[in-house]
């Protein structure tokens, strides 16, 4: 399967520190997601980036994407304490029918 | 509003047992999914319905069995649990625009399931 993969696995800050989580990704891709699991609850989706952008922002969220390298990061600036989550990449594969989940990054902020 | 909910939150049962897991959406999408996350909380794809239509169906045991009795709505029945089967299931939804082409899913909270 054509699965994200995240790297680091596990993260842990200080509050107000920023957080950098980096994707891989095996084949060509119509868009790379990004989502945040707290614990106890569903995923929530954060940014979707297409394939023919390089970087998004969403409020202290910077998503790059470099498709040479197959590869996308996930930059959160000047972390909470609520921001304390799992952090899961998803691709979409053109000619699949589904997202391929990574196996997700867990970040503590410690305040 | 609550836009994917899903039913019960917690289902502790004994093995062997039949039981079922409700989902509903109220944002008009008209897929919907069935995903598993072990205890390593990896996400794997069970099921997707299109308006109505099976579109996925993964290597699953066919204990497993999706309903969907409108696009707002897919149930999960499942017979017969077995130890295994422990995990959290999750319902999600999305409007998805063509192949490939995936929109975001908006997810339920989960149905923790624990087989005794």
């Known amino acids: 399967s054509q699965q994200g993969e995240e790297d680091p696995q596990a993260l842990s800050i200080q509050e107000g520190e920023n957080a950098t989580m980096n994707c891989s990704y095996k084949?060509?891709?119509?868009?790379l997601q990004w989502y945040r699991q707290n614990s106890g609850r569903g995923l929530v989706h954060l940014i979707l980036?297409?394939?023919?952008?390089r970087e998004k922002h969403s409020g202290r969220l910077r998503v790059t994407l470099d498709t040479s390298k197959k590869s996308s990061s996930l930059l959160i600036t000047a972390s909470r304490a609520a921001d304390t989550a799992s952090y899961f990449c998803?691709?979409?594969?053109?000619?699949?029918?589904?997202?391929?989940f990574g196996k997700g990054n867990q970040v503590v902020v410690i305040p | 509003d609550t836009a994917v909910s899903q039913t019960p939150k917690y289902l502790v049962t004994q093995m062997g047992n039949d039981k079922s897991i409700k989902c509903e959406q109220n944002l008009g999408h008209d897929t919907m999914y069935w995903y598993k996350q072990d205890s390593k909380k990896f996400l794997k794809i069970m099921f997707s319905y299109n308006n109505k239509e099976l579109i996925i169906n993964e290597t699953v045991p066919n204990r497993f069995s999706p309903k969907s009795p409108d696009k707002a709505h897919l149930n999960l029945h499942i017979n017969s649990l077995e130890l295994g089967d422990s995990a959290v299931y999750f319902c999600?939804?999305?409007?998805?625009?063509?192949?490939?082409?995936?929109?975001?899913?908006?997810f339920g909270d989960g149905t923790r399931l624990s087989i005794l």
């Open positions: 999600a939804s999305s409007q998805n625009t063509g192949r490939g082409n995936f929109q975001p899913q908006h």
């Open positions: 084949t060509s891709i119509n868009n």
């Open positions: 998803a691709t979409a594969f053109y000619g699949n029918n589904r997202l391929a």
């Open positions: 980036i297409r394939s023919n952008e």
